[in-house]
Each structure stands twice: as structure tokens, then as C-alpha cells.
């Protein structure tokens, strides 16, 4: 439920917003729904990392990859598919670790109740 809700929310955002709109969308929803602290992190980091790459395919098979494999070779990289790995992979870590602090934020502010 959290992968297809991250996804939808940051398509959704990015569309209008800059990049860092996915840390808003994972932070919230870990913090609204996220069950386990593992669920917080591994969802949020593979709904990113799959958003990006299909976005990143989606937008660089037109110029058959000519802008990612320059930007590849900037960073010294010699392939094109290494610099969308390693954009997906940096999004998905800030997405995850969002997630977590959503997750960890959420127990941390709510107070059991006392047995009386």
C-alpha cells in the first residue's frame, strides 16, 4: 500500500514541484501509514528507484540517450545506463530514509495509553 501510494503522490508532485517534493511524500505517508520501520525505508526507497528509472527511460529513449551518456561521461562514467542507477539509487535513499524519519516521527509523538 505505501509503494503504490509514494509512487502515485510523487508523479503526482514532481510534475509541479522540484525533486526534493519526494521526501514531503514518503515522510507523510510512513508517518500516516506506515506498519513496520523496515516497510518505512524498503518502500518508500523501491517506489522511488522504480519512479525514477521509468521516468528516466521514459524521457531519454526519444534522443536515444544522448543527454544521459554526456552526463555520464561528465561524472566518468563510460556507460549511460550507470548515471540512471546512481540518480535512482540517491533517490531512493532519500526517499527511504524520509520514510523512516516519517515512521519514527509518528511513534515518538504518540503516547500510549496509561493503564489505570
Sequence with gaps: MVFIVIIIISFALQSFFPWWVVIVASFAT?????????????????????????MALYKSMPNHHLLAARVAEMFGLKVWPAILALSALIG?????????????????????????
Excluded at 508517518?31 to 525514477?52: D, E, H, R
Excluded at 535513499?93 to 509518528?106: I, K, N, T
Design 30 to 54: 510512513c508517518g500516516i501509514i506506515g506498519k513496520t520501520a523496515k516497510i518505512s525505508f524498503w518502500q518508500p526507497f523501491l517506489a522511488i528507484v522504480v519512479l525514477w528509472t521509468a
Design 92 to 116: 531512493g535513499l532519500v526517499a527511504g530514509v524520509s520514510g523512516l524519519c516519517g515512521y519514527y516521527f509518528r511513534k515518538s509523538t504518540i503516547t500510549p495509553k496509561a493503564k489505570s
